[in-house]
């Protein structure tokens, strides 16, 4: 009965610990693929990349991690560039997003 105890409690240990480890990869990406869409931003406008990924990061993270809350990015980022007489569809802007975050997961395997 021990034996089966510690097993189980071992099992229980290791999938908390994969949890958080997955949480904190997910934060991760999220952070650096935010980095990366500030920088897209900053090359098709004259915004600080600085000040925008500051400004994205503090929206984002300030928001339940949901697809609501990816949406309400994309859409700022839209309503943003619309400010700079860029216009892009929302598809376009999850086109990006998509190749922003691909790369910060890759960034994330490499490390």
């Known amino acids: 009965m021990g034996d089966f105890v510690h097993t189980v409690d071992a099992?229980?240990?290791?999938?908390?610990?994969?949890?958080i480890a997955g949480q904190e990869s997910a934060f991760w990406i999220r952070a650096r693929r935010n980095h990366l869409l500030a920088q897209w931003f900053s090359d098709l406008t004259d915004?600080?990349?600085?000040?925008?990924?500051?400004?994205?990061?503090?929206?984002?993270?300030?928001?339940?991690?949901?697809?609501?809350?990816?949406?309400?990015?994309?859409?700022?980022?839209?309503?943003?560039?619309?400010?700079?007489?860029?216009?892009?569809?929302?598809?376009?802007?999850?086109?990006?997003?998509e190749r922003c975050r691909l790369q910060a997961w890759q960034e994330r395997q490499r490390q």
């Open 47 to 97: 915004e600080s990349q600085q000040t925008y990924v500051q400004l994205l990061l503090d929206a984002d993270f300030a928001r339940v991690q949901t697809r609501e809350s990816e949406a309400w990015i994309l859409i700022k980022i839209r309503n943003d560039l619309m400010g700079f007489g860029v216009f892009l569809s929302l598809e376009q802007l999850r086109e990006v997003a």
């Open 11 to 19: 099992k229980g240990v290791t999938s908390q610990f994969n949890f």
